[in-house]
Nanobody, 116 residues
Framework: QVQLVESGGGLVQPGGSLRLSCVAS????????MRWYRQAPGKERELVGN????????NYADSVKGRFTISRDNAKNTMYLQMNSLKPEDTAVYYC?????????WGQGTQVTVSA
């Protein structure tokens, strides 16, 4: 049974930090490219960034570049999203996503709220 379980969301003040985790099970995590997406209320889901299967290549949306860092630990089947200098516009549900050439999977999401 494939599962992607996000955790680490919550309420944080502007300028603060959070680290999200995504734990995978039921598939060969190390063979999948991983992504973080987010969806704010009333907006479409957008790509935050991605990381290659081996972890050597990362890409980020312009809106988070320099503030967010994606990493992964293939031994722990886990991907991370370190979010620094958070802004109110970062408020959204954050989802992890796994894909290879044939298959893709979604997590259930974790809420991040940035507010004073």
């Amino acid at each position: 049974q494939v599962q992607l379980v996000e955790s680490g969301g919550g309420l944080v003040q502007p300028g603060g930090s959070l680290r999200l985790s995504c734990v995978a099970s039921g598939f060969t995590f190390s063979r999948y490219t991983m992504r973080w997406y987010r969806q704010a209320p009333g907006k479409e889901r957008e790509l935050v960034g991605n990381i290659s299967s081996g972890g050597g290549i990362t890409n980020y949306a312009d809106s988070v570049k320099g503030r967010f860092t994606i990493s992964r630990d293939n031994a722990k089947n886990t991907m991370y999203l370190q979010m620094n200098s958070l802004k109110p516009e970062d408020t959204a549900v954050y989802y992890c996503h796994a894909h290879n050439a044939r298959l893709y999977y979604w997590g259930q999401g974790t809420q991040v709220t940035v507010s004073a």
